[in-house]
């Protein structure tokens, strides 16, 4: 009988309410299954720690679960963000503890670290900036990954076309808060900073040493650092110099070759003080369209970026908090006649005129013309209360037009400097609707 045959037969049927329908990979202290979650209509992955080859006595039952829990499942339902793999439940089984965690189909940044499969060069600065994006909000929770490297990067794929990424796997994670003992000197040798090999005191410093590693991996299609033994790496790591990207591969701007490896260098005082500024970085990469289009295809997000840079709602919004918006926004596209909101339908998302025009009817007269760069739907989002919410008016695409557009929801998955920037420019319509009511009305009192 076959390896894979014996192992599909060792498969459980079931995990608790879980139905298991696969094995997705296995390590040598856990293994990850694909179970069904019938209550919730969806797939999820099961990581189940393996228990020792004997029987556990009571002491060696205390430390495998401390090792299993003080981790990934002491942050059951607390990381909400769209890069980061929710962890939905820990489940202390004493046979088989385990967690449950949402299900990403695809692969791992790692498949496209070999030289033959390496990802055009817009799309992996787009990648680091979501993951940049993901650590700081991590970062802000408290918490330190420690152990960012391809494989623990998901890629979420579209057929062959790589279309989103969400870090996974915090059994490393130190936080910062915890009053309890954590364990240091963990993570990957190769993606590893020179503090954190050295076992002292990190901050989110040595994740972005990590992930500028891995966007080296990325780029050249070998790490910043390799040897024959883990001795010579480690030397290495501690006092060589990562050779310059733009040698390994053509291409590659002088701008991104310097941000990579200066989150490389030895002391974290000598990398970006940020992930803000780390993110700047590699989003004016883009927006200087300095790197080649490579083989994406369809719309672009750095087309997207650039178009709404143009725009006088996004004016005061910085690279970073566009490219938030950028990659958070629902973008649509409606054609001439379309309805946007009909009066007395009720609804809390709004949009933003990225391209084309509607007007404004009320009870069938016409009140207003809207175009590019403003607003439409904010008022039934900001209302304070539901009776607020029905829309007044009808709003009818006049030119085919694109929009970006948020709901609560969305809103709320974006960073706090983001969402204070769209305050601002709600309160700036605001005051410009008031204004040229009050021109129209010839009103002799005048807003600035």
């Known amino acids: 009988m076959s390896d894979d045959v014996q192992r599909a ?16 990979g296995e390590g040598a202290t856990s293994e990850v299954l694909l179970a069904r979650d019938e209550f919730h209509g969806r797939e999820v992955a099961i990581k189940c720690m393996r228990p020792p080859d004997s029987v556990l006595t009571q002491s060696g039952d205390s430390q495998f679960y401390e090792r299993f829990f003080a981790a990934e499942a002491a942050l059951v339902g607390k990381l909400q963000h769209p890069n980061v793999v929710q962890i939905l439940d820990a489940v202390a089984d004493p046979k088989r503890p385990h967690l449950v965690m949402e299900y990403v189909p695809g692969t791992t940044l790692k498949a496209f670290c070999q030289a033959d499969k390496l990802l055009p060069l817009e799309q992996i600065v787009e990648i680091g900036f979501k993951c940049a994006m993901a650590l700081g909000y991590v970062a802000r929770q408290g918490l330190i990954h420690r152990d960012v490297k391809p494989a623990n990067l998901l890629a979420l794929m579209d057929g062959e076309k790589l279309i989103d990424v969400k870090i996974s796997d915090f ?37 972005m040493y990590s992930l500028a590693a891995v966007l080296y991996h990325l780029i050249a299609g070998r790490p910043p650092f390799e040897g024959p033994t883990q ?44 992930w803000e500024e780390f993110a700047q970085g590699l989003a004016g990469v883009i927006s200087r369209r ?10 672009l997000d750095s087309e997207r970026f650039n178009l709404l840079r143009a725009l006088d709602f996004f004016a005061a919004f ?13 973008w649509q596209r409606f054609a001439f006649g379309h309805a946007l909101y009909k009066q007395g339908q009720q609804g809390r998302d709004f949009h933003i ?37 029905t829309h007044r008016a009808d709003v009818i695409v006049s030119t085919p037009c694109t929009t970006v557009s948020f709901s609560p929801d969305s809103l709320a998955q974006l960073s706090p400097g983001t969402r204070h920037r769209f305050d601002d420019a709600f309160i700036k319509v605001l005051v410009r609707r008031l204004h040229a009511a009050h021109e129209a009305l010839d009103h002799p009192r005048r807003i600035l």
């Not at 037969?9 to 997705?24: A, D, E, F, S, T």
């Not at 300095?290 to 719309?299: A, D, M």
């Not at 910085?318 to 629902?330: F, M, Q, T």
């Not at 009320?362 to 209360?385: D, K």
């Open 318 to 330: 910085g690279d970073v908090e566009l490219w938030e918006v950028v990659h958070r926004a629902k």
């Open 171 to 207: 059994g490393s994670v130190l936080q910062l808060d915890a009053e309890r003992t954590q364990i240091h000197r963990v993570g990957s040798l190769a993606y590893m900073s020179p503090e954190q090999l050295d076992g002292g005191n990190i901050d989110a410093r040595a994740d």
């Open 290 to 299: 300095e790197v080649p289009l490579g083989r994406v295809q369809g719309v």
């Open 231 to 274: 001795a010579a790496l480690m030397h290495q790591v501690f006092h060589e110099t990562p050779a310059p990207l733009s040698g390994l591969r053509e291409g590659v701007p002088e701008s991104l070759d310097t941000l990579v490896r200066r989150s490389l260098a030895k002391s974290p005082a000598e990398r970006p003080p940020s």
């Open 353 to 389: 005129i990225a391209a084309g025009g509607v007007e404004v009817f009320r009870e069938g007269r016409r009140v207003a013309e809207l175009g590019r760069g403003t607003s439409v739907g904010e008022m039934a989002y900001l209302a304070p209360n539901p009776d607020l919410r």
């Open 9 to 24: 037969q060792r498969l459980p049927r079931q995990i608790g309410k879980y139905r298991v329908l696969g094995r997705l």
